[in-house]
């Protein structure tokens, strides 16, 4: 099977704000070949990839004229066989990262010009699942993932294991607990926290950043109430996240000669955790859920600009 994708987006606009204009040119590229075979009790899954994402941002005024554009692309495959419990697979990836070119002209300061060198880096895994059924009611799975990557001509290496226990009964109810420890080596930031198209991609060693990894705990129960005609749901998770980046700068610090965006990006921890719970009807002519949910973030800085714990958003 053969898939494709290419698109653009545009966005402008216009205001009596600070800038008069603000243009905003994003757009993806995909082209990926898969290859599916199944034999007996053997299941095999591969596929070959290509995908880029590129942006690219102007402002203006009678005072300042600005662009700036940034890229990553990455050509890859991932391979894996299942067969009976057992999962096994194999992942490779080689990136292409502009994160941030940056220029600027002025009434009020000389050109700037941030050139953001183009990156080349190569990442890699091998990964193993087991699962397996004591009885009918308890399940259970285990999995270890080793990886590596390499930029900047520096290597780090990481091993995640995780593993999931479930527990589902005739009494209608069920409870699961899981954990996993994972592990990030490209971030994603930029002068918001919402996903912007102006966001972009760095990988590790590139302004000093190191890999990003979260340990993960997750408790779920399940109750069926009224032989089934309600349910309650209750979760409940952890996460401690470390290495931690946050970008600090704004579009007027980019106007400044001082202006790096390492000098921009701040490193440090983070904790999330929270409590959901759901109460659904599931039979009857009307039927729908209602819920609540309790979700704290929070980021921790040592720096000179920040220095204390804050909210993630």
Request: proline letters at 2%; glycine letters at 8%.
């Amino acid at each position: 099977a053969f898939d494709a994708y290419l698109g653009g987006d545009k966005s402008k606009y216009s205001g009596n704000n600070i800038y008069s204009s603000l243009n905003m040119k994003w757009g993806n590229a995909m082209l990926s070949a898969k290859w599916d075979y199944a034999h007996n009790n053997i299941f095999i899954k591969q596929q070959a990839y290509f995908t880029r994402y590129h942006n690219h941002a102007s402002v203006g005024s009678d005072a300042i004229q600005a662009e700036a554009d940034a890229h990553i692309a990455e050509i890859g495959y991932k391979g894996n066989c299942e067969y009976r419990e057992i999962t096994m697979g194999l992942d490779l990836s080689a990136y292409s990262i502009k994160p941030q070119d940056y220029f600027a002209t002025s009434t009020f300061n000389n050109n700037l010009r941030l050139g953001a060198h183009t990156t080349h880096s190569v990442e890699g895994s091998t990964y193993f699942d087991w699962r397996h059924s004591f009885s009918k009611a308890f399940k259970t799975s285990l999995g270890l993932r080793l990886s590596a990557y390499n930029g900047h001509g520096k290597w780090y290496e990481g091993c995640s294991p995780s593993f999931n226990i479930s527990y589902i009964n005739d009494h209608g109810w069920d409870l699961s607990m899981s954990y996993s420890y994972k592990i990030q080596y490209l971030i994603k930031t930029g002068l918001s926290s919402l996903d912007s198209p102006l966001e972009y991609w760095i990988g590790c060693g590139t302004y000093n950043t190191r890999p990003q990894y979260a340990h993960n705990i997750y408790l779920r129960f399940r109750k069926d109430l009224s032989g089934g005609a309600y349910s309650f749901i209750a979760e409940g998770f952890v996460k401690w996240l470390r290495n931690q980046v946050e970008y600090n700068g704004t579009i007027l610090n980019m106007l400044s000669s001082e202006y790096t965006p390492a000098e921009a990006l701040l490193f440090g921890k983070g904790m999330s955790y929270g409590l959901n719970a759901m109460v659904m009807k599931n039979r009857g002519a009307l039927t729908g859920w209602l819920s609540y949910a309790w979700n704290p973030s929070r980021r921790t800085f040592h720096t000179t600009q920040l220095d204390g714990t804050y909210p993630s958003s």
